[in-house]
């Protein structure tokens, strides 16, 4: 590997991460739900006025905890973009649900909300937002379809940590949302996620299908003199050793993400010429939606741009990728999609470009990878 490769993600050490990791492992309670989990539970319930959190193992961990929350059950019909982590639909797969698929909006990966009136029928369960880059999905018509139609909303909010609609905290809007700390996130725990409880209904129930189906938290507190089986569930909270790096990195979230803010903010800077030009597209944010800085996206004119693009930056060490085939076409589910085309989901498949993009990428590194670009359309 050249010394001065630029990969497309590099994971981010705030500084206590080990020592948080030290403290853990002497204090000799190293299962889950220690004093670290504890800690990041609350730093979520008060920084965000969420209901209630609980770490998982990952973010698909906590979607398939909503989807037992909320009962799917075989032939239930789930919502959601199929320009998406393959996740947010296994989630709902594994309990026999259907998934329907509703179209990008042309312009934005997020879900075209005007569509999905028309997708839902008598056995419509849940709806699925993905905030697409952090950026919100226009979760107001989405709360009120609904509301309107009695089913129940999850957020995938996995790349949505700290970012709003209308004022109001993603992950906080639907019954329940799922975040994600991977390493590729901006917060991280290498592998990790959260699930936010925002409905009341759900809280006792949640704590139970994550500890195995028992009620140990509540014997932990001290509520019930011995823990039994009381529901489905499975093992879905991670060691106190995971929590403790996560509290370390949310220790430094408002430093991380003003970073993260000034490294997108010069990559618009440095291309917006180019793109006023017409050779490709951003993900514009809208007035009701913030930036988290979660990662910077070129949107090109075609797949053979986006093709010529990354080989040329590729011979440089620059390293952009792109992301997400269309689920609806996808090996495994193509057979079982009943649905029509998804003209825009397919567009994104076909030409979304993400730049490199961590906390570490110097001014140097943002100056060559945005050089590369100019450099390869002037040549053109
Ligand atoms: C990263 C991601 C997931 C999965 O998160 P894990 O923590 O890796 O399980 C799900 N949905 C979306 C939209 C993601 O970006």
Same mark, same amino acid.
């Given at each position: 590997?050249?010394?001065?490769?630029?990969?497309?993600?590099?994971?981010?050490?705030?500084?206590?991460?080990?020592? +948080?990791?030290?403290?853990?492992?002497?204090?000799?309670?190293?299962?889950?739900?220690?004093?670290?989990?504890?800690?990041?539970?609350?730093?979520?319930?008060?920084?965000?006025?969420?209901?209630?959190?609980?770490?998982?193992?990952?973010?698909?961990?906590?979607?398939?905890?909503?989807?037992?929350?909320?009962?799917?059950?075989?032939?239930?019909?789930?919502?959601?973009?199929?320009?998406?982590?393959?996740?947010?639909?296994?989630?709902?797969?594994?309990?026999?649900?259907?998934?329907?698929?509703?179209?990008?909006?042309? &312009?934005?990966?997020?879900?075209?909300?005007?569509?999905?009136?028309?997708?839902?029928?008598?056995?419509?369960?849940?709806?699925?937002?993905?905030? +697409?880059?952090?950026?919100?999905?226009?979760? &107001?018509?989405?709360?009120?379809?609904?509301?309107?139609?009695?089913?129940?909303?999850?957020?995938?909010?996995?790349?949505?940590?700290?970012?709003?609609?209308?004022?109001?905290?993603?992950?906080?809007?639907?019954?329940?949302?799922?975040?994600?700390?991977?390493?590729?996130?901006?917060?991280?725990?290498?592998?990790?996620?959260?699930?936010?409880?925002?409905?009341?209904?759900?809280?006792?129930?949640?704590?139970?299908?994550?500890?195995?189906?028992?009620?140990?938290?509540?014997?932990?507190?001290?509520?019930?003199?011995?823990?039994?089986?009381? &529901?489905?569930?499975?093992?879905?909270?991670?060691?106190?050793?995971?929590?403790?790096?996560?509290?370390?990195?949310?220790?430094?979230?408002?430093?991380?993400?003003?970073?993260?803010?000034?490294?997108?903010?010069?990559?618009?800077?440095?291309?917006? &010429?180019?793109?006023?030009?017409?050779?490709?597209?951003?993900?514009?944010?809208?007035?009701?939606?913030?930036?988290?800085?979660?990662?910077?996206?070129?949107?090109?004119?075609?797949?053979?741009?986006?093709?010529?693009?990354?080989?040329?930056?590729?011979?440089?060490?620059?390293?952009?990728?792109?992301? +997400?085939?269309?689920?609806?076409?996808?090996? +495994?589910?193509?057979?079982?999609?009943?649905?029509?085309?998804?003209?825009?989901?397919?567009?994104?498949?076909?030409?979304?470009?993400?730049?490199?993009?961590?906390?570490?990428?110097?001014?140097?590194?943002?100056?060559?990878?945005?050089?590369?670009?100019?450099?390869?359309?002037?040549?053109?």
């Amino acid at each position: 590997m050249a010394l001065n490769k630029i990969t497309f993600n590099k994971p981010y050490l705030s500084g206590n991460e080990t020592k +948080y990791i030290e403290e853990s492992v002497r204090s000799m309670k190293i299962s889950g739900d220690g004093m670290f989990t504890k800690k990041c539970h609350a730093f979520f319930e008060v920084k965000y006025g969420f209901h209630k959190c609980l770490l998982t193992t990952s973010c698909t961990d906590a979607l398939e905890m909503a989807a037992i929350l909320i009962d799917i059950q075989a032939g239930d019909e789930v919502i959601m973009p199929s320009y998406t982590f393959v996740s947010t639909a296994n989630a709902f797969v594994l309990r026999g649900a259907k998934i329907v698929f509703v179209d990008s909006l042309p &312009d934005h990966p997020n879900m075209d909300v005007s569509k999905i009136e028309a997708l839902i029928t008598p056995k419509t369960k849940a709806i699925v937002p993905v905030h +697409y880059g952090g950026v919100a999905c226009d979760m &107001d018509e989405i709360m009120s379809l609904a509301k309107t139609y009695n089913i129940f909303v999850i957020e995938d909010a996995a790349q949505a940590i700290d970012s709003f609609y209308k004022g109001k905290p993603l992950g906080g809007i639907g019954q329940l949302a799922a975040f994600s700390f991977h390493e590729t996130k901006n917060i991280i725990s290498g592998e990790g996620g959260m699930l936010v409880i925002n409905d009341v209904q759900f809280a006792e129930r949640a704590e139970i299908i994550r500890e195995k189906g028992t009620n140990r938290s509540q014997f932990y507190r001290g509520e019930v003199d011995k823990y039994g089986w009381m &529901d489905i569930g499975s093992s879905f909270l991670p060691s106190d050793i995971i929590a403790a790096f996560l509290f370390a990195q949310l220790e430094n979230l408002d430093r991380i993400q003003e970073k993260r803010k000034q490294i997108w903010n010069l990559f618009y800077l440095k291309l917006v &010429d180019t793109k006023n030009r017409g050779h490709f597209k951003f993900l514009e944010i809208n007035e009701t939606q913030t930036n988290n800085g979660h990662l910077f996206a070129l949107i090109m004119n075609s797949i053979d741009d986006r093709t010529a693009l990354i080989d040329f930056m590729r011979k440089e060490d620059v390293m952009p990728v792109f992301h +997400y085939l269309s689920l609806h076409k996808s090996p +495994y589910y193509q057979d079982k999609y009943e649905g029509g085309e998804l003209e825009n989901c397919d567009k994104f498949a076909d030409t979304l470009l993400r730049l490199p993009f961590y906390h570490d990428l110097s001014i140097e590194d943002i100056e060559k990878i945005t050089s590369l670009i100019i450099q390869f359309f002037d040549e053109k």
